[in-house]
């Protein structure tokens, strides 16, 4: 790693690669986030009802996602708007879990609820606007479970680290670095996405990196795009919204993929991704011959 990203990032040292630690794998379920295998998150921004999530479910497994995304409880920045089913809401990912052999991964927003949703996800998603509640990341460092870490939507990488130092500080290392879109001043997308971040976090952090784009966004068309430029950049995975009609979504519509669009955006993504395997494999290769040196070198 640059040398550079070791002085900027002082104060995480346990987030930076190191020669002991270059890239941290994370198992879910028979896969792993991380390493060599692409992983596409994708489903609805909330959990409406059981036929909405099980055959948006049914259509990204086939398409070729391992993991179920949709929000039970939903941060919303009217308190008029949908605040998610709850409790209903992760019955219902229970359901699609076992029907479709998907892991789950959804937003936790509360210390209170942690317990609860760690019951059903296989992941928690920590979401942008909570990235610096140092309560909630504690409760789900202890939850045992990996947690998915979304940028804050003002956060500097710094920042970022921090709140992923802390997760590690709590005795929790399966953490996933999500980049989602910063605000900036630009207004005609719903924030900017930040692909320069995706390439810093690989060069200065073992930690795996997901990009969402749907977020970063806002629009659909602008999804299946950056979702490449997030595979160039050297994400390892995607967290993406799919609704089967997303005109009628409870929310984020308007960045939704529907079933023929994520279709088409795992279609586009294969070229990139064959792009991806071979440097990979590669890297891999080297970081394992370093690892073994070193042990070697305290062994002899
Ligand atoms: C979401 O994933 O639906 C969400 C609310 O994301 P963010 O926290 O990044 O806004
Ligand atoms: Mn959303």
């Known amino acids: 790693m640059c040398e550079d990203w070791r002085d900027r990032f002082a104060e995480t040292p346990d987030v930076l690669k190191s020669a002991r630690l270059q890239q941290t794998i994370v198992q879910v379920m028979d896969f792993e986030i991380g390493g060599d295998e692409f992983i596409t998150m994708a489903g609805p ?17 086939r398409a070729g996602a391992r993991i179920l995304r949709g929000g039970a409880f939903k941060p919303r920045s009217s308190p008029y708007a949908f605040q998610g089913l709850g409790l209903e ?4 990912l229970a359901r699609a879990r076992q029907e479709s052999g998907l892991a789950i991964v959804t937003e936790v927003m509360s210390e209170i609820d942690v317990p609860l949703v760690a019951e059903y996800a296989d992941i928690l998603q920590i979401g942008s606007r909570s990235m610096e509640n140092y309560s909630l990341l504690e409760a789900a460092a202890h939850s045992g ?8 939507m003002v956060a500097t990488i710094a920042d970022m680290l921090h709140s992923a130092q802390c997760i590690l500080d709590f005795g929790n290392p ?26 810093l976090l690989k060069q200065a952090s073992h930690l795996p990196v997901i990009a969402d784009p749907s977020h970063a966004a806002g629009h ?9 430029i997030a595979v160039a950049a050297g994400a390892d995975g995607l967290l993406v919204e799919v609704h089967p009609h997303p005109d009628k979504a409870w929310s984020d519509g308007e960045q939704s993929l529907d079933f023929a669009g994520f279709d088409g955006m795992m279609a586009d993504l294969g070229p990139y991704l064959a792009l991806r395997e ?23």
């Open 220 to 228: 659909r068309n602008l999804v299946p795009p950056l979702a490449r």
């Open 174 to 199: 399966r953490v996933l670095l999500c980049e989602r879109g910063i605000r900036t001043f630009e207004t005609s997308m719903r924030n900017t996405f930040d692909a320069a971040a995706i390439v």
């Open 278 to 300: 071979r440097p990979r494999r590669e890297r891999v290769q080297s970081w394992r011959e370093t690892v073994e040196s070193c042990s070697m070198e305290a062994v002899g």
């Open 89 to 92: 809401g992760l019955k219902m």
């Open 145 to 152: 479970r990996p947690v998915l870490l979304k940028r804050g």
């Open 45 to 61: 921004c909330s959990v409406e009802t059981e036929s909405q999530l099980l055959a948006t479910a049914d259509h990204v497994r």
